[in-house]
């Protein structure tokens, strides 16, 4: 199977099923010297890991993260960084009804037509469960940015019908929906309990931002900042839509009002004066803030009826058994979070090499 690997430098590749042994990433191209342990993984995977609320599934998994290769000391070493996450509360029964059937909303389908094969249980390599190790390789790429001063949040901000009026980021970790509003966590909180009555499920908008962004990340054609954040993004499973700035609202715009000017700051450093454009402008990062959206759709596995056909083109009447989310949007905050750093910090290490000067800095000649 191709496609599990992104990145030029800074390279990710996942491993593994949702009912398999163990989950994975490794982490190749990640510099020497970097302050690693995993501890500084952990906390990243706790923000992911399923049973935080009622909100999450119940599967019973702590999501502990081994570093087994990588890093000597507390640091790294240059060498390949292996992550690895074992798989302990495995519930492969409840899947044994959907074994020969299509789940609606889900990629049994064209996973079966292309491989000839799947995984029925909890969907295999295409399930969120995948993701996890998503997030174990971010932690590495969000503590390199770090070094840099590029910090990376992201949050939800909308679920349902419910839309965030306020921002508050202490409040983000305060509510298990990961709203900076408490207000709207609190409706959105009984929106779902309103989904949950009726076996049903809820979508919702995640918002990612950047801070300390670094003028002159990216690529002018193919190679694009925001082509490639698009791209890392839409990898995510349950992701319908990716937009950058203002995004979608420039078709209504003009360009007296969407264009952003620049201006020189108190420290004579040339700033955009506005961000419309979500600090990338031409496929390179203009030093703004990075300012990302995506779309989420609602969790598929529900367990009202639905009408589907089995392996075999019969059709038949399905409801999904199991533990699962009635929304996906919390627990794909950090997910989002991830995918972005791991772009961002690719990019940072690709930028090094962009012309001569930066490489006489770099060997000091």
């Known amino acids: 199977m191709a496609g599990s690997s992104i990145g030029r430098i800074f390279k990710v590749t996942t491993w593994g099923e949702s009912h398999g042994r163990a989950i994975g990433a490794v982490v190749d191209g990640c510099p020497a010297g970097l302050p690693l342990t995993e501890e500084d993984?952990?906390?990243?995977?706790?923000?992911?890991?399923?049973?935080?609320?009622?909100?999450?599934?119940?599967?019973?998994?702590?999501?502990?993260?081994?570093?087994?290769?990588?890093?000597?000391?507390?640091?790294?070493?240059?060498t390949p960084i292996s992550l690895l996450i074992m798989n302990s509360d495995q519930h492969s029964a409840d899947y044994s009804n959907i074994m020969d059937r299509y789940r609606p909303g889900h990629a049994d389908f064209g996973f079966d037509v292309k491989y000839g094969f799947r995984d029925y249980r909890g969907g295999g390599r295409s399930s969120g469960r995948e993701t996890a190790a998503r997030v174990a390789a971010g932690a590495v790429a969000s503590l390199l940015l770090q070094q840099f001063g590029i910090h990376v949040t992201a949050y939800t901000k909308s679920i349902g019908p419910v839309e965030i009026s306020s921002f508050d980021r202490e409040e983000i970790q305060k509510n298990p929906l990961y709203m900076p509003d408490a207000v709207a966590a609190e409706k959105a909180a009984a929106w779902l309990e309103k989904c949950m009555t009726e076996k049903n499920s809820s979508g919702g908008v995640i918002e990612c931002v950047a801070t300390g962004m670094i003028p002159g990340l990216g690529d002018p054609v193919f190679d694009k900042l925001d082509a490639d954040l698009a791209q890392a993004v839409m990898s995510?499973?349950?992701?319908?839509?990716?937009?950058?700035?203002?995004?979608?609202?420039?078709?209504?715009?003009?360009?007296?009002?969407?264009?952003?000017?620049?201006?020189?700051?108190?420290?004579?450093?040339?700033?955009?004066?506005?961000?419309?454009?979500?600090?990338?402008?031409?496929?390179?990062?203009?030093?703004?803030d990075l300012i990302l959206r995506c779309a989420v759709k609602p969790t598929p596995s529900i367990a009202q009826p639905q009408k589907t056909v089995t392996r075999d083109g019969e059709e038949v009447e399905i409801?999904?058994?199991?533990?699962?989310?009635?929304?996906?949007?919390?627990?794909?905050?950090?997910?989002?979070?991830?995918?972005?750093?791991?772009?961002?910090?690719?990019?940072?290490?690709?930028?090094?090499?962009?012309?001569?000067?930066?490489?006489?800095?770099?060997?000091?000649?």
Do not use: C
């Open 41 to 78: 993984i952990q906390p990243y995977l706790d923000r992911r890991k399923p049973g935080q609320s009622r909100y999450t599934t119940k599967r019973n998994e702590s999501d502990r993260v081994q570093i087994m290769s990588g890093t000597f000391e507390g640091r790294t070493t240059g």
């Open 236 to 288: 995510i499973g349950a992701v319908k839509g990716v937009e950058i700035g203002d995004g979608f609202r420039v078709a209504a715009s003009s360009g007296k009002d969407n264009n952003d000017g620049f201006h020189t700051d108190e420290n004579g450093q040339i700033r955009p004066t506005t961000n419309h454009g979500g600090g990338i402008l031409g496929g390179i990062s203009d030093g703004a």
């Open 319 to 365: 409801e999904i058994r199991g533990r699962h989310d009635p929304v996906i949007v919390p627990r794909a905050v950090v997910v989002v979070e991830s995918m972005t750093a791991i772009v961002l910090a690719d990019a940072l290490l690709a930028g090094t090499t962009a012309n001569l000067d930066q490489i006489r800095r770099a060997w000091n000649r």
